[in-house]
Every structure is written in C-alpha cells, then in structure tokens.
C-alpha cells in the first residue's frame, strides 16, 4: 500500500452511540501533512443470504422479503439480511437470520464474497452467502419486524431488478453473484452444515 495515500488518525471524537450505529468523527493527518476532519458512521457488519429453491425441472425460486424501510419510505423488495451480533460469526449470523426471517432453514451453504455498501461514510461491511436444501419452518421475527416472506422464480426477479423495481444495494448485488453462478462463470464451493 502507498503511504502517499495514508491518513492517520490524530484525535478521535464519538458524536452519537445509538442502538445499532455510531457517529464517530475523527481528526486525521493527511499524506502531505494537513489535518482533516472524517465523519463516519461505525457499524457492527451484516449478511445477507440468498435462499435457492431447486425444483425439479432444473429451474429455481427464490425466497425474497418485503420490507418497509423507514428512511426511504417504500416497500422494497430485498434478500433476507440482518446484521451481526456482538462477537457472531457471519456464517452463524446467516443461518439466524434466514431462519428468523424467512422460517427456511438450510443444509448447504456457500459464501460468495463480501463487499462495503459505503465506503465513503461507513465501516460497514455485508457478507453474502447462498443457501440451498431449504426445509420450511416458523419464523421467529423481532418485535418491532414486520415483513413478508414471498418466492419469486429466478427470471421473474431478474426482470425486476433489469426494471429497476428492486433498488436495495444488497439485494442488486446478490443478483450480480447469482447471474454469475447460474451462468457457471462463478462455482461456489458448497458445504453441509
């Protein structure tokens, strides 16, 4: 890595510690010495898993959610997802999550890879994970969680998302892996759990 590109943390400042964020701002010295100021928000990592049904003919379905998201204020069409417990691990934190949300619980997973949504303002990080061999159960939502659980073939999701009727960040990035996979240009090692 360049150190021309460096900054380096001088003072480090907590403006808010909420129940799943934080806004940190933090004084940085800058590669050609000056100082600068970086607000961001610090957050804990999360999952999101895409849940494959396999029907016989080859084709799949998938379990999707719809969600009210506040900040937008829509109903938007998303993968299950969540974020990581304290000390969670993400394939852990998958399972829980798909199993809470859905009621699906799964006998093989694959993790595709992890990106970061906003690199600009933002530590958060989302793992993505694939899972299949669902076996259908009850859900056990939070309190304050409200959502549908609906499956969609692949096709008829892909059209939504070519139409921009999907918009969530993780949920288009997801569908980039699975377009991969299921062209066979991607090969996820699967594992029984």
Known sequence: MSKTLLETAVHREELYH????????DTVELPNGQTAIREYVVHPGAVVIVPILER?????????????????AKVMLEFPAGK?????????????????ETGYSAAEWAHAGLFHPVV????????????RG???????LDEEEFLEVLT????EFLDQCRTG?????????AAHW???????????DWQRV
Request: glycine share 8%.
């Open 18 to 25: 909420g129940k799943i964020l934080h806004l940190q701002r």
């Open 56 to 72: 016989e003919d080859g084709s799949w379905e998938l379990v999707l959610e719809r969600q009210y998201r506040y900040p937008v």
């Open 84 to 100: 990581l417990d304290h000390g969670e691990e993400c394939l852990a934190s998958a399972q829980r999550e798909l199993r809470e």
């Open 120 to 131: 600009a303002y933002s530590t958060e990080f989302i793992d993505v994970w694939f899972a």
């Open 134 to 140: 669902l076996t259908a159960g009850d859900r056990d």
């Open 152 to 155: 969609l073939p692949l096709e």
């Open 165 to 173: 009727s999907v918009t969530d960040g993780k949920t288009l990035i």
């Open 178 to 188: 699975l377009l991969q996979i299921r062209a066979g240009a991607w090969v996820p």
